[in-house]
């Protein structure tokens, strides 16, 4: 079975900190896409990184980057920098190729503190 | 460029009875997966349509069913409500298919069953 496991249900960071979420996943795919979304209290779910298994290079956007380790099934999220506008639920998500059933995690409660 | 909506915001039903909720899709996109999101917890696939085809779906029974019509909005039907059926229901709209191109995501309708 394909599972995602993030196992840090709350996190909290001081402005202008870093913080990193963690996820792993479970699968015997070789092809496949992870995600890392952002739902804000508002609760309209956001896409904040995409990452194909197949590249070596680690996904960047802006403040946020992501840690591959392809081997070891993780995928965790690096908030730089983090402001006040990050407080959110993160979900890390899983998607093989060819396949359409995204998979999410329990998701990570970010509170950003001023 | 419109965003995805839903309609209605809030319902509350009682055991037994049908719902039938509503998304449209973003301007462009031809494709809308729906996902069931309980509380506390990540969103679960339910099933995706095409062209007004239902293409892929999750682990629900029979009486979760959907329709994409031919501007591409769709609604999710539900009959026989169950206590377990309260949630928060997402659609999510992408150009195509493949749900690895970036999925955008409503704001959701909060059903309640009593």
């Known amino acids: 079975a394909q599972t995602v496991t993030q196992s840090q249900p709350e996190m909290s960071v001081q402005e202008a900190e870093t913080v990193t979420l963690s996820c792993t996943y479970d699968t015997s795919e070789n092809n496949y896409y992870l995600f890392w979304y952002k739902q804000p209290p508002s609760r309209q779910m956001i896409l904040v990184i995409r990452?194909?298994?197949?590249?070596?290079q680690n996904a960047t956007e802006n403040r946020f980057s992501v840690n591959f380790q392809k081997a070891a099934k993780s995928f965790s999220l690096k908030i730089s920098d983090s402001q006040l506008g990050d407080t959110a639920m993160y979900f890390c998500a899983f998607m093989t190729l060819g396949n359409n059933d995204m998979r999410f995690g329990a998701g990570t409660r970010l509170t950003v503190k001023p | 460029e419109t965003g995805v909506t839903q309609s209605p915001t809030h319902l509350i039903k009682t055991r037994g009875q049908q719902v039938t909720l509503r998304c449209s899709s973003q301007?462009?996109?031809?494709?809308v997966s729906w996902y069931q999101q309980a509380l506390g917890q990540g969103p679960q696939f339910i099933f995706q349509?095409?062209?007004?085809?239902?293409?892929g779906r999750g682990n629900f029974p029979p009486r979760f069913s959907g329709l994409q019509f031919p501007n591409y909005s769709s609604e999710l039907n539900v009959n026989a409500l169950e206590l377990d059926d309260s949630a928060l229901y997402l659609c999510?709209?992408?150009?195509?298919?493949?749900?690895?191109?970036?999925?955008?995501f409503g704001p959701g309708t909060r059903l309640t069953v009593l």
């Open positions: 349509y095409y062209r007004e085809e239902e293409n």
């Open positions: 301007s462009g996109h031809n494709t």
């Open positions: 990452q194909e298994a197949y590249k070596q």
């Open positions: 999510a709209s992408s150009r195509n298919t493949n749900s690895y191109n970036e999925q955008f």
